[in-house]
């Protein structure tokens, strides 16, 4: 892509951002240019719209992620990943494209020109108040969180598709939740790991995991 390119497509993708600050702030997101997202910081992590902008030539594309993080799911899961230790803090619990709110795998926005940006914007911020909100508030609730994760733990969960990360997550959600078949559910999605046929090292990381979280006090 050329400079000139490249200025443009910054400039249009600068435009969007200040039109959604605009109400997103009055819900107290904050906006992170680093990570293209509005965040709102809650008492068990925070909630996230995130923008992810794909420059092109002719025309960019914008595509709009929900997120929702529990940092005491995340905290205990994670460092039994592979996950960097420096993504760790920005990592969802639940994560999933607007558009699946609506029935729609993923809406893409085509943005050639300043004229894109105005219904582009309606469009989202339609989708944001009258959907989006609702769905970030019900599962700042890890009671929500947990029973979808851990209700049907043969399903896969909607808003969540990597299935070893679902293991790891579902098992501290269990424990969280102080579920009485925590110990059901462990030996369930450690099935699940070996018919997918992940590695011993990672049976290993689920199985410490497991014990670790047996003997966990969540005082």
């Not at 509005?38 to 923008?51: A, D, E, H, K, N």
């Not at 760790?88 to 926005?109: D, H, I, V």
Request: proline share 5%; glycine share 4%.
């Amino acid at each position: 892509m050329s400079s000139i390119h490249f200025q443009h497509s910054s400039l249009l993708k600068n435009q969007i951002h200040e039109a959604l600050k605009k109400r997103l702030v009055e819900r107290d997101y904050f906006f992170m240019p680093q990570l293209n997202q509005f965040r709102r910081v809650t008492p068990t992590g925070f909630q996230c719209i995130m923008l992810n902008w794909i420059p092109g030539d002719a025309s960019h594309t914008l595509e709009v992620y929900l997120g929702v993080r529990h940092d005491a799911v995340e905290d205990l899961a994670l460092p039994f990943t592979n996950d960097l230790p420096e993504l760790q803090s920005n990592n969802f619990t639940l994560f999933t494209p607007l558009s699946k709110l609506f029935g729609e795998p993923m809406q893409r926005f085509s943005i050639c020109c300043e004229a894109d940006i105005l219904p582009a914007i309606q469009e989202i911020q339609k989708g944001i108040f009258s959907r989006g909100i609702s769905f970030l508030e019900r599962y700042t609730r890890l009671e929500n969180v947990d029973n979808l994760y851990n209700s049907d733990p043969d399903s896969p969960v909607t808003y969540f598709h990597n299935q070893l990360h679902r293991c790891m997550r579902a098992i501290a959600i269990a424990r969280l939740s102080l579920r009485p078949d925590f110990e059901n559910l462990a030996a369930s999605y450690r099935d699940q790991l070996k018919k997918m046929g992940v590695t011993e090292i990672v049976l290993d990381r689920y199985d410490r995991l497991w014990r670790f979280l047996r003997t966990y006090s969540l005082n």
